[in-house]
């Protein structure tokens, strides 16, 4: 594969997300009956499919108003935050990418970051909260360590997927302190965070895009 991603490129590195949500929708949701209304999982499977809508429907060639036309998608999803906070991610991603024609690691890395601080805009969580952010921040940060220590680009994407599911498996001991889980006390105790474990989907399926590009 090509060590930069095109706008062909970009779409189907998104489009591996959406074959892992699909493929993993139901443990979503089951982890979610420990905290949540148990329709996590449904909830990202619709945003997922929403996504692929609009990457299906988009006939740009720019991959800004790519991620611009999926954010909006993403983001309309209904099913509590789970739209408004990835829409605002991929949203982040779209402005992060004005004006770029290719993506190459730094590149990545510099999209990711716009991605989260945007989401973080919606949200107070912060790490150790038993959020997405459990996942996202550590995914974020290893793609720039991996991006500054000039690793190819499907590798800097695998250091994200590790480091996302990493920071989804340790949500397993924490107590959440925010939203509906909150009120569910010790019972999230042991389980992880439906949300930091979508986010760690997300950048696995990045990682078989990418791979898939031919």
Known sequence: MTDTLDCQGLARMLLGAVEQIRANHKRLSELDSYGGDGDHGTTMLRAMENLKKAVDASSSDRMDTLLGEIAWAVMGTDGGATGPLFGSFFMGMSEGAADKESLDAAALAEIFKAGLDSLCKQTKAQVGDKTVVDALVPAVQATRQAADEGLALAVVLERAAQAAGAGA????????????????????????DPGAVSVSLIFKGFVEGVQNDG
């Open 169 to 192: 498996l340790s949500t397993k001991d924490l107590q959440p302190r925010l939203g509906r889980a909150k009120n569910a006390g010790q019972q999230s105790l042991g389980h992880e």
